[in-house]
Nanobody, 115 residues
Framework: QVELVESGGGLVQPGGSLTLSCAAS????????MGWYRQTPEKVREQVAT???????AYADFAEGRFTISRDNAMNTVFLQMNTLEPEDTGVYYC?????????WGQGAQVTVSS
């Protein structure tokens, strides 16, 4: 059974930072690229960043230079370090494989950027 559990969300002021974690169960973590996705109030769910099995990252334009994705294969965990957060980054953040599968969406982590 595959399970992805996101954590680390919260309320942060503009310009602040948060680090999200995603713990993965099952074999999906070791055989797949992993990604972070987000659902903002204004948009459909969009890809934020991805990381290959070997740790090679890729970012959406809005995340480049502000967000850092990484993974710990020994712990089956993928991280998203978010800096210089903006109110437009508010939303629910999810992890999933790349490309994502509907069956793997978890509860997500709420990120709210507000003063």
């Amino acid at each position: 059974q595959v399970e992805l559990v996101e954590s680390g969300g919260g309320l942060v002021q503009p310009g602040g930072s948060l680090t999200l974690s995603c713990a993965a169960s099952g074999e999906i973590f070791t055989i797949n690229s992993m990604g972070w996705y987000r659902q903002t109030p204004e948009k459909v769910r969009e890809q934020v960043a991805t990381v290959t099995r070997d740790g090679i990252p890729a970012y959406a334009d809005f995340a480049e230079g502000r967000f850092t994705i990484s993974r710990d294969n020994a712990m089956n965990t993928v991280f998203l370090q978010m800096n210089t957060l903006e109110p437009e980054d508010t939303g629910v953040y999810y992890c999933n494989i790349v490309p994502p599968l509907n069956a793997y969406w978890g509860q997500g982590a709420q990120v709210t950027v507000s003063s």
